[in-house]
C-alpha cells in the first residue's frame, strides 16, 4: 500500500521558515516525480513546487519563486519544501504527490497534508 506523509508544517509568524518534508513508501514502481501542493480554506488546491527523480529540474508557481525550493533525497524516497519568507497568504494544508512509472507531472498517489499557518 503506497502512503506518503508529511511532516513539517506548524504555526510560524510572517517572515519566518518551515521546511516540510514528504517521504514515500510502498511503492511498487520507481518515482518519476514529485510535487508539493497546498490547498487554502475555501479555495482550490493549487500546484507549489515539483522536481523529476532523475534530472535536476524543479518547476515553481511564478509567485512562491525565489522564496520556495524543492528538493529531494533518492535514497530515502523524500522531497522537501523549504518555505522562506512566509506570509499570511501562505497559510494552507500542504500535500505532497508522487508520480511513477511513466515521466510526467499527472501525480497518481497524494499524501494527507499538513497545516501550515503563518500568523502576522
Not at 508539493?36 to 535536476?56: C, D, H, L
Amino acid at each position: 500500500q503506497v502512503q506518503l506523509v508529511e511532516s513539517g508544517g506548524g504555526l510560524v509568524q510572517a517572515g519566518g521558515s518551515l521546511r516540510l518534508s514528504c517521504v514515500a513508501s510502498g511503492l511498487t514502481f520507481s518515482i518519476s516525480a514529485m510535487g508539493w501542493f497546498r490547498q487554502a480554506p475555501g479555495k482550490e488546491r493549487e500546484f507549489v513546487a515539483a522536481i523529476s527523480w532523475s534530472g535536476n529540474s524543479p518547476y515553481y508557481t511564478n509567485s512562491m519563486k525565489g522564496r520556495f525550493a524543492i528538493s529531494r533525497d533518492n535514497a530515502q524516497n523524500t522531497v522537501y519544501l523549504q518555505m522562506n519568507s512566509l506570509n499570511p497568504e501562505d497559510t494552507a494544508v500542504y500535500f505532497c504527490a508522487v508520480k511513477v512509472g511513466s515521466a510526467g507531472y499527472d501525480f497518481d498517489y497524494w499524501g494527507q497534508g499538513t497545516q501550515v499557518t503563518v500568523s502576522s
